[in-house]
């Protein structure tokens, strides 16, 4: 069988390597980190695994975290015209569940049992030179991690990356003692978009060491209200600030952080970063061609929850691709050939989704999630196409259409 080599052992990498290891093929992931270094890492990002992207773990075999408190059944969304002032509020269900779980566990977790399924795992910190030295011993190398010694062999596609700078400064934390959610029938993912100012977001989460918690992601716009997290240096400073932030612009959700903390100084981060869309063909130096997957060709800001369900989407698809190319090389055209059936058919709906989220909502969208709070099945088609945004097209651009579905949606 064929020999393939996957740089990065994230979602993106390690799924593609257990679905080809899965049908023999010869798999070889190169990880800078050991598991243990993976597990006792900083947290670096927390996103939830919706239904379909949830699904292809089950199948193949690599869901280890059952239990109630990482699962969410719906969402509940509050969109605030200004600082404390919620102007309509959406609840709806999802029709797959999915989870969120610290990805420090996850995938400390796969790599071992990648190693133990038959992969091979080196552990070694892979550049530019590195790669060089790979290639020629694998029929197709796949670059899954975006780290910016890689980033630069792939080239930005200018016209599918509409920002030139970071949308949203963010704030993530896992927190202990977060009191339920009692608004919403069922355990839910909390949205609250305050205009002009940014985003606030929290879930149920499984956490590495103490099991079932919350996390928390603050998005905010750079220079406005809930941009307040520059210099932050502790886990205690950041829980506080984060506390004063939601009495003074979501004080309705303020008290179930009452008693809260975050669990360690690991785990909580600041951050930003440019959302960008990139070649998936890297040429190196020698001019050998290597594929990009994952955040090194997708990279979405994470307000719509798509980063890590791009990337196992993505893995899902390239899996399939691997399969059908058969004994045939990977060339270049085989790359830009199968990343752009994958762009087609729902990577451009992923990240117009995202970047939709990132600007204010048209009044077509107002008017839609108005008429969601009181219809039941528009709440439910809104939240439930997070895990497949590309039900969204056409009609969500289209004022028109939009209104069709909301009088067919009320008359029903």
């Not at 080809?20 to 996103?47: C, W």
């Not at 590195?130 to 792939?154: K, Q």
């Not at 077509?364 to 088609?381: E, P, Q």
Request: aromatic share 10%.
């Amino acid at each position: 069988m064929r020999n393939i080599g996957i740089i990065g052992a994230g979602q993106a990498g390690l799924q593609l390597g257990f679905g080809l290891l899965e049908k023999g093929y010869d798999v070889t992931v190169y990880s800078d980190r050991t598991p243990e270094q993976l597990f006792n890492a900083r947290l670096a990002a927390t996103t939830y695994l919706f239904g379909r992207a949830y699904q292809y773990e089950q199948e193949l075999g690599l869901d280890f975290w059952k239990g109630p408190g990482e699962y969410a059944r719906g969402g509940d969304l509050d969109v605030c015209a200004a600082p404390g002032q919620r102007a309509l509020r959406v609840q709806g269900r999802f029709l797959q569940p999915g989870k969120a779980v610290d990805l420090r566990a996850k995938y400390s977790r796969w790599l071992a049992e990648f190693e133990r399924r038959g992969g091979t795992v080196v552990v070694r910190d892979v550049d530019v030179d590195g790669l060089e030295t790979l290639v020629p011993g694998h029929d197709l190398v796949v670059v899954t991690a975006g780290r910016n010694s890689f980033t630069r062999l792939f080239e930005r596609d200018a016209e599918r990356s509409v920002h030139t700078q970071p949308q949203r400064n963010l704030t993530a934390m896992i927190v202990s003692g977060m009191k339920p959610l009692h608004e919403t029938p069922y355990p839910g993912l909390k949205f609250i978009l305050t205009a002009g100012h940014g985003e606030y977001f929290s879930m149920p989460y499984f956490d590495r060491i103490r099991g079932p918690l919350n996390c928390i992601l603050l998005e905010a716009i750079p220079g406005q209200g809930l941009d307040r997290f520059g210099g932050i240096s502790t886990a205690r400073e950041a829980m506080e600030r984060m506390k004063q932030v939601l009495r003074d612009y979501s004080p309705w959700v303020a008290e179930r952080l009452e008693g809260a903390a975050i669990v360690d100084e690991s785990s909580w981060l600041t951050g930003a970063f440019t959302p960008t869309v990139r070649k998936p063909v890297g040429r190196l130096p020698s001019g050998r061609a290597v594929m990009g997957m994952g955040d090194v060709v997708m990279l979405n800001d994470p307000i719509a929850g798509q980063g890590l369900n791009s990337a196992s989407k993505q893995a899902h698809a390239m899996t399939r691709a691997i399969l059908e190319h058969g004994d045939q090389p990977f060339t270049p055209d085989w790359m830009e050939q199968t990343f752009e059936h994958f762009w087609r058919t729902e990577g451009q709906f992923i990240t117009a989704f995202t970047n939709m989220l990132l600007q204010p909502p048209p009044p077509h969208v107002l008017r839609y999630l108005g008429a969601a709070s009181a219809v039941s099945t528009l709440a439910d088609t809104f939240f439930d196409n997070f895990g497949e945004p590309q039900r969204f097209w056409p009609w969500i651009a289209s004022p028109a259409e939009t209104e069709a579905r909301i009088q067919q949606a009320s008359a029903a």
